[in-house]
């Protein structure tokens, strides 16, 4: 019969112009892993916002300049498999000069043979320049304060009433002597200097090339100096980058192509891990992680990041109850007390093991884990008051019920309790707000049904992110979801903060009503300083105690009033920490020789595969 | 073509100018409305760098001043300005890159579907209530009511990860089959099942009747009057769809990470990145007015019996 001829050469016809249509996208297979032995792909987010050192602000971005880029000095394992920093394109890590004013001054000779990718020499110059130009008012990039120790810093950046600048030709005290000799001159003595050198804010880039504001957007303009340089971007797809054979160090590197996928997306970034593409995945769903510790246990990575997962309190808000006749200090006081009780009543065990279930570490203290103290030792187990556990209470799953017992024998002295029920019957109800995403949200549920449990009644708001930071920065919630990731390896990342002008201030410290309490006070004559304040306010108190702590030179001194700062910092208990964070990634279990650092940078550079 | 025909087109033109001033107007104030801004994040920086970022980007002038130069660079040079979040890219390159993937992805998938849904639809009308019409209306109901979330993710699972004949990821062109295929197979089951009952539809009309009496021969009758007749309903169809097909589906894109229009419209809304959400939001509208004209003017072109008004 005509017709069924008729549909049996349709069908074929359908079938042909469909795998046309498929064919016709020109076919660059992907890259087997394993066949090219010299090339790895790997994927850390999507496609970062720049990869100009000076305007970087996030780690994938900073991964990828550490590749691209040498700075003065760099991160790197010794021999025993320990991170330490080492000079880079600097001859060595110099000690710096005392000079009469108190101000530091480091000089450091370039290299030999340190060339910029389209061959030019590097020089002392392009640090001076790349230096001043982040930290520019023009550039106003967001990691430019990273520059704040060094001595002119603060002058650039003087406003007046108007907020214009009153010294618009400052520069910062740093100059190239010649080309191979570099002189920086900060306003005193940091601990974390040699660290900064290595930060990609510090990392040189030359006048002529970046006169182009377009210049980190292209291959063809993007000049650099370090080990690899870029070889191929395709927006939003791929970054590749390929060994720099002018690099004085170039024999070092075993891995010829890294090839930066970019994927924001967990489960495509996991699906490519699995088949085999991807060597390295920075991301996986949560819902995931139990199956793959289980599936992958070679290849499931869980590694310590300098970082704090916290809830934070609005200082203003009233959570004292209804008719309470409480004012003042006295008020304050109680509202700490308050406040540190309620954190006594959840389970950090049960968050981690149930909810985040990323192999975080319970936290006890705000500074987080992973930091170091004056003598080398772990900062976060030198803070505290007792010797029994460490931090401000004990997380320990055994410590849980003594911890509630506490807990309810304080919030009784302040609540109208109802034994028959178990329960507070006057806690003012508190908003708990958090940005849109699975997992704030489970860790909020448990929270709120943990302080229903005794009678404090939380209801919930979830804000999309930039609406949620806006908010919260505002200080218009009650009890908010909050973290923070340290930009290095120092202590004051977590205290400055917390100053009264500080753009990242969410708890309010000193606004509002806050700004007259005079609740605090600050005994610095143990330590040498002709500092004492009884009952001041968080502006005479906490923000002299951190100016304090950026001017000390005597870094066993700076470190214990950096403990101080958190004791009072955690004393009104507007901080309730949650856990610590752990950077979770896959890595193929033939990669060979690949490390990260506490900021959660990664190398690829010395990576091989293993044989067979 | 005739004057009539010529004042419409006229006439819809001035109003799909108005629908995409009518459309920037609204998201402008919209898009300012919504708190948050381009240079917020979880790290805060200084009021002075904040306030500097603003300045060079021009946002501290009045919301009005703003508006009004925003229109101007658009309609005088074409320039939909710089995006504030990847430093250093102008907002039309984004566009034009996210445009050129999205638009390859979407016509593969219109035009495969279209094809294998014609054909398809044609066969199960020709052989009703048979077998093969059976089996295609039980695989064109499990494709439409499927959403594409999870179509995409059963062709990943299986053609990804087990059987590792394609990539999982959309940056390479091997790695556009299944997001292609994942995009089109809604589309084709729905103008399957529209080609079948149009198709049913016409071969009962009279004019039908009377060719087979005359004796035309089979496919005579199929492609000279039926199919053709058959086709006006799916044309309503195609058209719209393939707007919104090429401006990009953001679920796809997202599942197979494929750098097209859709996700960067949404990383777009996320970021506040003012310039980029102006110039997504004016190019898919833009092409969505366009495309309704498009076909409304194919109409007439199919169907001489349809009248413009």
Known sequence: ?612 | MNSKMLLYIGKRIVLAIFTIWVVITVTFFVMHAVPGGPFVGEKATTPAVQAAMEAKYGLDKPLMVQYGTYLKDIVTKFDFGPSLKQRGRMVIDIISDGMRTSMKLGLLAAISSAIVGIVLGAIAALRRNKLIDRIVMVLTTAFVSMPSFIMGSLLLVLFAIKLQLLPANGSTSAGLVLPIVTLALYPMAYITRLTRSSMLDVLGQDYIRTARAKGVSGPRIIFGHALKNSLIPVLTYFGPMLAYIVTGSLVVEQIFAVPGIGRAFVSSITNRDYPMIMGTTIILAALIVIMNLVTDILYKVVDPRITLE
């Open chain 1, 1 to 612: 019969m005509k017709l069924k001829k008729l549909a049996a050469i349709l069908v074929a016809l359908a079938i042909v112009c469909s795998l046309a249509a498929c064919g016709k996208t020109p076919g660059n297979k992907p890259e087997e892993p394993g066949t090219d032995t010299r090339a790895i792909n790997v994927c850390l987010a999507s496609e970062p916002d720049t990869i100009d050192p000076a305007l970087n602000s996030a780690v994938d971005g900073a991964t990828m300049l550490a590749h691209l880029f040498s700075g003065l000095a760099k991160w790197a394992q010794d021999d025993s498999g320990k991170l330490v920093i080492v000079p880079d394109a600097a001859q060595e890590l110099t000690e710096g000069v005392e000079n009469e004013d108190g101000t530091v001054t480091y000089t450091y000779t370039l290299r030999d043979g340190m060339k910029w990718s389209d061959g030019k020499d590097v020089t002392a110059g392009d640090f001076a320049f790349a230096w001043q130009r982040a930290a520019s008012t023009s550039l106003a990039a967001d990691y430019g304060y990273m520059f704040e120790v060094v001595d002119g810093y603060e002058a650039i950046w003087e406003t007046d009433d108007q907020e214009n600048y009153v010294n618009p030709d400052a520069k910062l005290n740093v100059k190239a002597v010649d080309d191979k000799t570099l002189e920086v001159t900060l306003a005193n003595a940091v601990p974390y200097w040699n660290e900064l050198l290595a930060f990609p804010t510090y990392f040189p880039v030359r006048e002529d090339v970046v006169a182009n504001e377009a210049w980190a957007t292209d291959p063809a303009t993007y000049v650099c100096n370090g080990l690899y340089k870029m070889k191929a971007w395709e927006h939003n797809s791929l970054i590749t980058i390929e060994k720099n054979e002018n690099h004085p160090d170039a024999a070092e590197v075993t891995m010829d192509t890294i090839n930066f996928y970019l994927s924001d997306d967990a489960n495509n970034q996991l699906s490519n891990f699995k088949n085999g593409d991807w060597a390295l995945i920075d991301d996986v769903p949560t819902n995931e992680i139990e199956t793959l510790k289980k599936e992958y246990p070679d290849e499931f990575f869980n590694v310590g990041q300098i970082g704090t997962y916290y809830v934070c309190w609005n200082v203003n808000e009233n959570i004292l109850p209804e008719g309470s006749n409480l004012t003042g200090v006295e008020a304050e006081n109680a509202k700490a007390e308050i406040r540190k009780a309620v954190s006594l009543l959840l389970d950090r065990n049960y968050i981690i093991d149930s909810i985040a279930q990323g192999g975080q570490i319970p936290a006890s203290s705000f500074v987080a884990m992973g930091m170091t103290d004056a003598d080398g030792s772990e900062f976060y187990k030198n803070t505290g008051v007792s010797d029994q556990f460490v931090g401000y209470f004990d997380a320990s799953a055994e410590a849980l019920e003594a911890n509630f017992a506490s807990a309810m024998e304080t919030l009784k002295k302040y609540y109208d309790f109802d034994e028959a029920t178990g329960k507070l019957t006057n806690f003012p109800s508190l908003v708990y707000l958090y940005n849109t995403n699975e997992g704030h949200k489970a860790i909020g549920e448990y929270i709120q049904s943990a302080l229903a449990n005794v009678g404090i009644p939380m209801s919930m708001e979830n804000q999309e992110w930039a609406t949620f930071l806006n908010t919260r920065k505002a200080g218009d919630y009650s009890v908010a979801r909050n973290g923070w990731v340290a930009d290095y390896n120092d202590p004051i990342c977590f205290l400055d903060m917390w100053v009264t002008a500080s753009g990242n201030n969410d708890i309010q410290f000193g606004k509002g009503d806050h700004a007259d309490v005079a609740a605090y006070s600050l005994d610095l004559t143990p330590y040498g300083y002709d500092i004492k304040v009884e009952e001041g306010t968080w502006a005479e108190t906490y923000d002299v105690l951190i100016s304090t702590i950026k001017s000390c030179t005597d870094n066993t001194v700076r470190y214990k009033l950096m403990h101080v700062a958190e004791d009072m910092l955690m004393a009104t208990g507007c901080i309730t920490p949650i856990y610590y964070y752990t950077d979770l990634y896959m890595l193929d279990s033939s990669v060979q020789g690949f490390f990260s650092n506490p900021l959660g940078y990664k190398y690829f550079m010395y990576c091989t595969y293993k044989a067979g």
